[in-house]
């Protein structure tokens, strides 16, 4: 009977593991998804706003996007679970999908120093304590 309930409990155990964290084929698309300026410009501009979310014109009005190109990259980061979109009334809102985020980012840093302690800041989702750098800078920034 014991040994039944620590299998029960090992299956368990990986049922929520596979629940909680991302495959590589979902990383590979979500990836894909932030390699391409707009999208990436996109999803940090939501990720900004926070779970409000915005209208859709009101993203293309803020990083001058038409339409048609929008609802492009839209529907791609839609597909790869980085942002969901709610109906109100005649208006379309779409919200960065966060746990997607968190799952990201804990995929890229599992085992981070090889499972030892390491000097890396933890870094939540805080504003930076500095100014956002200007349009077209590619220096490093903090994801929220």
Excluded: W
């Amino acid at each position: 009977m014991v040994a039944a309930d620590g299998a029960a409990r090992v299956e368990l155990q990986s049922i929520v593991y596979h629940a909680l964290h991302m495959d590589t084929k979902h990383v590979l698309k979500a990836l894909a998804a932030l390699a391409q300026d707009s999208r990436l410009a996109i999803f940090r501009l939501l990720i900004q706003t926070g779970p409000a979310g915005l209208y859709a014109s009101k993203i293309g009005e803020a990083l001058h996007i038409s339409s048609s190109a929008l609802s492009f990259h839209l529907k791609e980061l839609s597909h790869a679970k980085l942002v969901v979109a709610r109906q109100e009334g005649r208006f379309v809102v779409y919200t960065a999908r966060f746990d997607t985020m968190s799952e990201l980012m804990g995929f890229l840093t599992e085992n981070c120093c090889a499972g030892e302690t390491c000097d890396l800041p933890a870094q939540g989702c805080a504003p930076a304590a500095t100014a956002r750098p200007a349009a077209g800078d590619t220096g490093p920034h903090d994801i929220c």
